[in-house]
């Protein structure tokens, strides 16, 4: 059987042999006594150790294999490396605690994701390799001609690969911190090293050969423990099949449970909450003056009596982090307010599509979901780090057939991500809800640690309500093993697959970004006389640069996963989408109008996010606010805007403009069947 077996077929059928005896080895050595930080080093160690091995190994200092992997990946390897790139730690960690939270409206998510590839397929990927050459920003100054066009190109792509990257690098850290025990900062930059040792010598040719074995280790990371906890509970280890029995169990125990009188009780207290922060909003900076002065005589009457001194120390720590002026204790105050209002909410019910206590608020659930499907699925389609995967291929049709590998790959996890939300949810609500706080689980209190689960006794009955805990959606495939009561192993299996989603993914994204620095700027614009190991040292040296930088945002936390993603999708979106289907399907697009529309979709998302998530532009000295959302849209559906207006930019001046006399024949060139342009 293995004599059929292609080369690179076999080297990974070895590779595959060998984790699966070293997790073996591990659940042996965790048995006999191991301690659980160890388990957590021995993966992250052997696992990076094995991706820096095959980075070593892909080293080159040829332009074309560091750029497009000398086009010779074929097309099964390359829709694994494609899924592997794609499934970032937002699709590993984001999407299953999306759906966990949010029920059926998570399922935008997984449709917008996977419908993406079916446009990759039909409009983008066979033209973009009939063209050849090494990034988008290339295929548009071919089309369009001139190198502003390039410029706005190589900007858009760093900035949505920027914030994309943010995001994997974000979920480093979580990895790290929780399974190794090291500080989040620190963490980070950790993942950092892991990242560029994939990435440093070897370039694409590095980052597609380990990014198939990276795919390898998430895919079996993410399948067994729900796998697991699906023979468990139902006796069937194939959790896809059998997760809507369960769905219906959960669904019992959400009406048991939501409408109990204890949790509707903790759900008035945290309005109560809500309300009294809104008073304390209202009657600023008093109200800051009266706090400052009730703690303090609290305090003073404290001191003077027979307490210890552990609660004196406590609201000696409340008044020190009091905010020091009303601006800022307006900010804060309305973080905890709104907070407070989210769990005084009634929870979803997974199964619910669209819940709400009126028509207006069902309506607008029900178009922020069209809303994401749609940016996910055009976003998917202009994602530069996945659009320059069809670059690497030896001809148009593999591009074509490493798209449809690419889905069969991706849907894998796809499918089996819901079924991890239904069977985490019935954990939780069956083991979780309702035991006494002091008899909860180790895991609770290490990932509070962490910071993703929060635990409060409101009502002060001992009790933990189900609106007690909140639970960030980060945390729930990470933890799913330790809610189960899995062995250990199983936890740290999950987290190297965690961590092999998020380094595959900021592997090809700081490629796409040096790759836009140093070969569409450095070179293409600047010294086009340069030789090809100085572009080479250039694209390097930005790489360190950049990642750097990145991890450095990352250790600030800027946000959820799943948010950072789905705002590097609406500006991927609205910033490449029209300009590539206009320039590829429409003769008449011309430069003036691709410039007009990539700049308006771009400016138009971008204001979106920033007004809505950040309530203005402080560092360039305007603060209007937080801006209301239009047609009760979300920022993670930005893109909507910036999509529509791009399009209606760039037709309406393509029509008030000369057409370039060189369009028709180059879009006669790669539409040719057979055709396809080298790059240099």
Same mark, same amino acid.
């Given at each position: 059987m293995?004599?059929?077996l292609t080369r690179?077929?076999?080297?990974?059928l070895?590779?595959?042999?060998?984790f699966?005896l070293f997790?073996l080895?591990?659940?042996?050595l965790e048995?006999n006594?191991m301690?659980p930080?160890w388990?957590?080093y021995?993966?992250l160690?052997f696992?990076?150790?094995m991706?820096a091995?095959?980075?070593v190994?892909s080293?080159t200092?040829?332009?074309?294999?560091?750029?497009?992997?000398?086009?010779?990946?074929p097309?099964?390897?390359?829709?694994m490396?494609t899924?592997?790139d794609?499934?970032s730690?937002?699709?590993?960690?984001?999407?299953?605690g999306?759906?966990?939270?949010?029920?059926?409206?998570?399922?935008?998510?997984?449709i917008g994701?996977t419908?993406g590839?079916?446009?990759?397929?039909?409009?983008?990927a066979?033209?973009?390799?009939?063209?050849g050459?090494?990034?988008?920003p290339d295929?548009?100054?071919a089309?369009y001609?001139g190198?502003t066009?390039?410029l706005?190109?190589v900007f858009?792509?760093?900035?949505a690969?920027?914030v994309y990257v943010?995001?994997?690098?974000?979920?480093?850290?979580?990895?790290?911190?929780?399974?190794v025990?090291l500080?989040?900062?620190?963490g980070?930059f950790v993942?950092?090293?892991?990242?560029?040792?994939?990435?440093f010598?070897?370039?694409?040719?590095?980052?597609?050969w380990?990014?198939v074995?990276?795919y390898?280790i998430l895919?079996?990371?993410y399948?067994?423990?729900?796998?697991i906890l699906?023979?468990?509970v139902?006796g069937?280890?194939?959790?896809q099949?059998?997760?809507?029995?369960?769905l219906?169990q959960?669904?019992?125990?959400?009406?048991?449970l939501?409408d109990?009188?204890?949790?509707?009780e903790v759900?008035?207290l945290?309005r109560e909450?809500?309300?009294?922060?809104a008073q304390?909003?209202?009657?600023l900076?008093?109200s800051?003056t009266q706090?400052?002065?009730r703690?303090?005589?609290q305090i003073n009457?404290?001191?003077?009596?027979?307490?210890?001194?552990?609660?004196?120390?406590?609201?000696?720590?409340?008044r020190r982090e009091?905010?020091?002026?009303?601006?800022?204790a307006?900010?804060?105050w309305?973080?905890e307010?709104?907070?407070?209002v989210?769990?005084?909410?009634?929870?979803i019910?997974?199964a619910e599509?669209?819940p709400?206590s009126?028509?207006?608020?069902?309506d607008?659930q029900?178009i922020?979901f069209?809303?994401?499907?749609?940016?996910l699925?055009?976003?998917?389609?202009?994602?530069?780090h996945?659009?320059m995967?069809?670059?690497?291929?030896p001809t148009?049709a593999?591009?074509?057939?490493s798209?449809f590998?690419?889905?069969?790959?991706?849907?894998?996890?796809?499918?089996?991500?819901?079924?991890?939300?239904?069977f985490?949810?019935?954990?939780v609500l069956?083991n979780?809800?309702?035991?006494?706080?002091?008899?909860?689980p180790g895991?609770?209190a290490?990932?509070t640690?962490?910071?993703?689960?929060?635990?409060?006794?409101?009502?002060g009955?001992?009790?933990?309500?189900?609106a007690?805990?909140?639970?960030n959606?980060?945390?729930i495939?990470l933890?799913?093993?330790?809610?189960?009561g899995?062995?250990?192993?199983v936890?740290?299996? #999950?987290? @190297?697959?965690a961590?092999? /989603?998020a380094?595959s993914?900021a592997? =090809? &994204?700081l *490629? %796409?970004i040096t790759?836009? !620095?140093s070969h569409?700027?450095?070179?293409r614009?600047?010294r086009?006389?340069?030789?090809?190991?100085?572009?080479?040292v250039?694209?390097?040296s930005?790489l360190?640069?950049?990642?750097?930088?990145?991890?450095?945002?990352?250790?600030?936390?800027?946000?959820?996963?799943?948010?950072?993603?789905?705002?590097?999708?609406?500006?991927?979106?609205?910033?490449f989408f029209?300009a590539?289907?206009?320039?590829?399907?429409? #003769?008449? @697009?011309?430069r003036?109008g /691709?410039i007009?529309?990539?700049?308006? =979709? &771009?400016? *138009? %998302?971008?204001y979106?996010? !920033?007004?809505l998530e950040f309530?203005?532009y402080?560092?360039l000295g305007?603060d209007?606010g937080?801006?209301?959302p239009?047609f009760?849209?979300?920022s993670?559906?930005a893109?909507?805007?910036g999509?529509a207006?791009?399009?209606?930019?760039?037709?309406?001046?393509s029509?008030?403009?000369r057409?370039?006399p060189q369009?028709a024949?180059f879009l006669?060139?790669?539409r040719?069947?057979?055709?396809?342009?080298e790059g240099?």
């Open positions: 293995l004599s059929s690179l077929q076999r080297y990974y070895y590779y595959t042999g060998v699966a997790v080895l591990l659940a042996l048995r006594g301690p930080r388990v957590g021995a993966f160690v696992t990076v150790t991706y091995t095959i980075g190994f080293r200092t040829d332009v074309s294999e560091y750029y497009v992997a000398g086009r010779r990946i097309a099964f390897f390359n829709g490396a899924g592997a794609w499934m730690a937002a699709s590993f960690m984001g999407l299953a999306t759906l966990y939270l949010q029920g059926f409206q998570g399922l935008a998510y997984v994701w419908g590839f079916v446009l990759v397929a039909l409009l983008l066979p033209y973009l390799r009939r063209f050459q090494y990034t988008i295929f548009l100054c089309r001609g190198n066009i390039r706005i190109a858009a792509a760093i900035l690969s920027f943010v995001a994997q690098i974000y979920g480093v850290g979580v990895i790290t911190s929780r399974f025990s500080q989040f900062e620190v980070v993942g950092l090293a892991g990242i560029l040792v994939c990435s010598l070897g370039g694409m040719r590095a980052v597609t380990t990014q074995a990276q390898l895919i079996v990371a399948i067994t423990p729900v796998a699906s023979y468990n139902t069937v280890p194939v959790p099949m059998v997760y809507g029995q369960v219906e959960v669904t019992k125990l959400e009406h048991q939501f109990a009188p204890s949790e509707l759900r008035e945290y909450r809500a309300d009294l922060y304390k909003i209202m009657q900076p008093h800051l706090e400052r002065e703690l303090s005589i009457e404290l001191k003077s009596s027979d307490v210890q001194m552990r609660e004196i120390v406590a609201l000696e720590r409340q009091l905010p020091q002026d009303p601006e800022q307006r900010e804060r309305e973080k307010m709104f907070l407070a989210d769990r005084s909410k009634p929870p019910h997974h599509p669209f709400g009126s028509v207006e608020e069902r607008a029900r922020n069209l809303a994401l499907i749609f940016c699925t055009i976003g998917t389609a202009a994602l530069p996945v659009l995967r069809y670059y690497t291929t148009v593999q591009a074509r057939q798209v590998w690419s889905l069969l790959f991706i849907t894998i996890l796809y499918v089996t991500a819901p079924a991890y939300a239904v985490a949810k019935f954990e069956s979780l809800a309702g035991i006494p706080i002091a008899k909860l895991w609770v290490a990932w640690k962490v910071g993703l689960v929060s635990i409060e006794d409101i009502n009955d001992g009790i933990l309500q189900f007690e805990l909140a639970l959606p980060d945390v495939v933890a799913t093993p330790e809610i189960a899995m062995p250990y192993v936890s740290g299996l #999950v987290a @190297a697959g961590l092999a /989603a380094l993914t592997d =090809g &994204l *490629l %796409t790759s836009a !620095l569409d700027v450095y070179y614009v600047f086009p006389q340069s030789s090809t190991q100085f572009r080479l250039i694209a390097k930005l360190l640069v950049v990642a750097v930088f990145a991890a450095t945002v990352a250790a600030q936390k800027p946000g959820t996963i799943l948010s950072m993603v789905a705002w590097a999708f609406s500006i991927a979106g609205s910033a029209p590539l289907v206009l320039g590829i399907f429409w #003769v008449r @697009a011309t003036a /691709a007009a529309g990539m700049l308006v =979709g &771009l400016l *138009l %998302t971008l979106y996010i !920033l007004r309530g203005g402080s560092w305007f209007g937080r801006l209301d239009w009760h849209l979300q993670t559906s893109g909507v805007f999509i207006a791009g399009f209606a930019t760039n037709i309406a001046v029509l008030l403009t057409p370039s369009a024949a006669e060139r790669i040719r069947p057979g055709n396809q342009v240099p």
